[in-house]
């Protein structure tokens, strides 16, 4: 069955550029999936980040549209999310997931806790 | 944007009680809806989607149903393992979780 599994680093700098990475396992990239970023802010809800199907094509939540971008390297069976200018308020888990044909989310990475701070 | 309103924000129930979660959507989305459970520490799980129709391997102690802008999750006996948050989610028009409902043993 599909796997997923966030990396990149656990400590940002304000001001700095999150840069995270989603590994594919047990299915390909490329098939009739969007593949979505998902975040959690310690102790509070899920927020949708954007999504991408493999030709390259995304969508983003307009309240963080100006600062993400999310990228796929069918090569590497993996997809990309880097959010930019971040504050302490991005200080979250954040989980990549496959979203089903039908929309909604499964299954989803373990996901990554990232710290902003100096 | 659709917004997602859930209630109650939190719950204490006991061991084989019957609870039931609400989930109201700023307009109506056609049981575009899926439900999850999230335990502390770990990601989201689906219990079910298009508002009624229960993920494979998932109890048939969980239900769900609705219509419009109204639904609601059932859990028609607790049992200890059930003790989680569990949010709702609609994909009518984008993605949009409502702001969870955490469940504690009474």
């Known amino acids: 069955q599909v796997q997923l599994q966030e990396s990149g680093p656990g400590l940002v700098k304000p001001s700095g550029t999150l840069s995270l990475t989603c590994a594919v396992s047990?299915?390909?990239?490329?098939?009739?999936?969007?593949w979505s970023w998902v975040r959690q802010p310690p102790g509070k809800g899920l927020e949708w980040i954007g999504e991408i199907y493999h030709s390259g094509s995304t969508n983003y939540n307009p309240s963080l549209k100006s600062r993400v971008t999310i990228s796929v390297d069918k090569s590497k069976n993996q997809f990309s999310l880097k959010l930019s200018s971040v504050t302490a308020a991005d200080t979250a888990v954040y989980y990549c997931?496959?979203?089903?044909?039908?929309?909604?989310?499964?299954?989803w990475g373990q996901g990554t806790l990232v710290t902003v701070s100096s | 944007d659709i917004q997602m309103t859930q209630s109650p924000s939190s719950l204490s129930a006991s061991v084989g009680d019957r609870v039931t979660i609400t989930c109201r959507a700023s307009q109506g989305i056609s049981n575009s809806l899926a439900w999850y459970q999230q335990k502390p520490g770990k990601a989201p799980k689906l219990l079910l989607y298009?508002?009624?129709r229960l993920e494979s391997g998932v109890p048939s102690r969980f239900s769900g149903s609705g219509s419009g802008t109204d639904y609601t999750l059932t859990i028609s006996s607790l049992q200890p393992e059930d003790f989680a948050t569990y949010y709702c989610q609609q994909y009518y028009s984008s993605y949009t979780f409502g702001q969870g409902t955490k469940l504690e043993i009474k």
């Open positions: 047990g299915g390909s990239i490329s098939s009739s999936n969007w």
């Open positions: 298009a508002a009624s």
């Open positions: 997931a496959r979203v089903s044909r039908q929309n909604w989310f499964d299954p």
